[in-house]
């Protein structure tokens, strides 16, 4: 993901502790700061849910980084760059022709001629990890560590990466998997997951009715396909399952399935 770039050499976890209300909120952020050789900044970011407002929080965050960093009168020159690297646990583009891109890049460029960048101030690059899981043809490195998010509780998968630092982070998983407390915070955060679902299908069906009430058949079956995808994208029910509460057919949903459709 940082191609060339110099090593990390400072790293800071800033929320350590996963309390009870974090884990049962809508957002759910693992939040890294890290510092290379070059004294660039570094935002590492894990989300595993979606909310309308991603994109902005994103920004603000990274922006602040940025202005944190000259005190009154300083000089613009002494600001480094600040790169932003969030991984996500669910699909962020899900149009059609960006089905085959799972990771993104972006920065300040010219509309017109994307070629010219102006300055290397700010940087934000995506992974979309459901989808570069499924897409593959990635590079070594990045594909284990991909692997590690989205199957460290899969064993026979697992075994299969023999990159060295994933290797090592699988097992401090299990060496953190044998402490109480590490287990109760997993559990926590699962309770949190499974919650979400039957939150989900309540906003919609809210919104299914209000459809029925206008008479918009066609919004509500778009409705209930989006609300199918975002249960298969959870992964808390089977086809069945999610054909019986979204009122789509199982046919229906195990095409979507299929599609990849978030």
Not at 32 to 54: G, K, S, T
Not at 88 to 106: G, P, R, V
Not at 241 to 247: E, F, H, N, S
Request: with cysteine; proline share 4%; glycine share 6%.
């Amino acid at each position: 993901m940082r191609r060339d770039e110099p090593p990390i050499t400072e790293v800071k976890l800033l929320n350590p502790r996963l309390t009870p209300e974090r884990l049962s909120g809508k957002h759910l952020i693992l939040d890294l700061r890290a510092i290379d050789e070059r004294q660039q900044h570094y935002n590492i970011e894990m989300q595993v849910r979606r909310f309308a407002a991603w994109s902005a929080r994103g920004i603000l965050y990274l922006a602040r980084l940025l202005s944190e960093q000259l005190g009154t009168g300083q000089n613009y020159r002494r600001l480094k760059p600040v790169i932003g690297i969030h991984l996500l646990d669910f699909t962020l583009f899900d149009a059609e022709e960006q089905s085959k891109q799972a990771l993104w890049c972006f920065e300040m460029r010219d509309r017109d001629t994307p070629k010219v960048r102006l300055g290397r101030e700010l940087q934000l690059n995506i992974v979309e990890l459901r989808k570069a899981d499924r897409l593959g043809q990635l590079p070594e490195r990045l594909s284990a560590w991909i692997a590690y998010f989205e199957h460290w509780r899969e064993d026979t998968t697992m075994s299969t990466h023999t990159y060295a630092p994933v290797q090592r982070a699988i097992e401090k998983l299990r060496a953190l998997s044998a402490d109480e407390e590490a287990r109760y915070w997993a559990e926590a955060r699962e309770k949190a997951l499974h919650d979400e679902a039957p939150l989900l299908l309540e906003a919609r069906e809210e919104g299914r009715q209000e459809g029925e009430q206008l008479g918009l058949q066609k919004g509500c079956q778009e409705a209930a396909r989006e609300t199918a995808g975002h249960l298969i994208q959870l992964g808390l029910l089977n086809d069945v399952q999610i054909a019986q509460a979204t009122g789509l057919s199982v046919a229906q949903v195990e095409a979507l399935r299929a599609s990849g459709a978030p």
